[in-house]
């Protein structure tokens, strides 16, 4: 979801001055790729991309082509290859690059009208201001007879059924395991008329990092998690520290005393927290609250030997508590100390150990499973 709010300002702008625009949107990979299903880029008529869908080697030519592709009108999807070579003589083969990726990507390209609200750009508008995921499924391929489009969806939060009934009920139930499984997934449906190809996109909202500690060093760590598109709280005791000012780009900057603690759960339940206040009565206080929370990862700032100190002394121990804080990249710069600290929380995030690529055996990014699914009737209104 990095660079979700950009995407939608970028929307709302075109949309007030009354301007169309195309939303691209990688719906399947095959292969080896540098963006994941659904990494989404926005094409004007007029003025620069918004976005991106790939390592920069496809932007050019979806820029120059798809308004020209989506002339109909009617949402398309266009593969691309990014092998080394590719069958000239196949009408089905993909656009190829000769980039040696070895990868496939099929991008979506449907138009956004300036008066007609677009229900994937609502739904993505409605997870980042409510804070809560959501599953969509899209129809990416069809049979020639199939009694659905390209392009038609189903959201998880809102009632909505296909021409197929059978295919509503089929979609409705793997929507509902998308959310529950929070992955994203290609599924082929079968009866009669042919197959159905859809894609599922589980829809996290954007994480939400809280930071105790308004010193110097947390000024990088808001710029560098902002540039993911993250939500950042900057929280401290000491007024002339907890100021706007000093961080323009956080979404809340709080002043909040230690002689008046308030309920941390609701800010920092299921967010990323970083204890880096740099006062011992600060850490002691704000880390004591954060360990009777539930936080998606905490991390102390300091040396080892201080940690275990005021673990001793709030009387609260656990193997989640990452101290000393973030991962043994080097560098002792405010920048280099943020870094660190962002990148064991991706880690985390991600569920990776955060080591060298290059010791990794397994494949970079988890392999989609097309899933195939016969229907055992079709009905069709």
């Known amino acids: 979801m990095s660079g979700l709010n950009e995407l939608l300002q970028a929307i709302d702008t075109a949309a007030q001055a009354g301007e169309e625009t195309i939303l691209a949107t990688v719906v399947k990979v095959e292969g080896s790729a540098y963006r994941r299903p659904g990494a989404r880029m926005l094409i004007p008529l007029h003025g620069r991309t918004v976005g991106t869908v790939s390592g920069g080697c496809l932007e050019q030519d979806l820029a120059k082509k798809a308004w020209w592709l989506t002339d109909s ?19 089905q083969s993909a656009l190829t690059f000769g980039l040696g990726c070895n990868g496939t990507v099929f991008v979506m390209l449907e138009r956004l009208r300036a008066k007609s609200p677009a229900p ?74 042919g197959e159905v190809e859809v894609f599922f996109e589980y829809i996290a909202p954007p994480p939400r990092l809280v930071i105790f500690g308004a010193g110097h060093d947390a000024q990088p760590l808001v710029r560098m998690a902002k540039l993911l598109d993250w939500h950042v709280s900057v929280v401290d005791s000491r007024s002339h520290f907890a100021r706007a000012e000093r961080f323009p780009q956080a979404d809340a900057v709080v002043f909040a005393s230690l002689d008046n603690p308030f309920d941390l759960s609701p800010l920092i339940d299921g967010a990323f927290v970083a204890v880096m206040t740099h006062s011992y009565r600060q850490d002691r206080h704000w880390l004591g609250l954060a360990l009777q929370a539930s936080p ?9 030997e201080r940690t275990e100190r005021l673990l001793a002394e709030i009387g609260l121990g656990t193997s989640a508590l990452h101290y000393p804080m973030g991962l043994d990249l080097g560098g002792d710069a405010p920048q280099s100390v943020a870094l660190a600290i962002l990148a064991e929380m991706t880690a985390v995030m991600n569920q990776r150990q955060g080591g060298m690529l290059r010791h990794r055996s397994k494949p970079i990014h988890q392999v989609d499973l097309v899933v195939s699914e016969k229907l055992e009737q079709a009905a069709n209104v």
Not at 134 to 146: C, K, L
Not at 168 to 185: A, E, F, P, V
Not at 296 to 304: E, F, K, M, S, V
């Open 120 to 193: 994937a750009i609502e739904l993505l508008r409605r997870v980042r201001d409510r804070q809560q995921p959501a599953a969509m499924a899209t129809v990416i391929g069809t049979s020639r007879y199939a009694s659905v489009r390209v392009g038609d969806r189903l959201l998880s939060d809102t009632e909505g059924s296909l021409r197929n009934l059978q295919l509503t009920h089929g979609i409705r139930r793997d929507l509902h395991k998308t959310l529950t499984q929070k992955k994203s997934s290609t599924r082929l449906y079968s009866d009669a008329r």
């Open 296 to 304: 998606a990862y905490l991390g102390q700032l300091g040396p080892r």
């Open 73 to 91: 009108g009617e949402p398309l999807v266009r593969r691309y290859s990014t092998g080394a070579t590719e069958d000239e003589d196949d009408e």
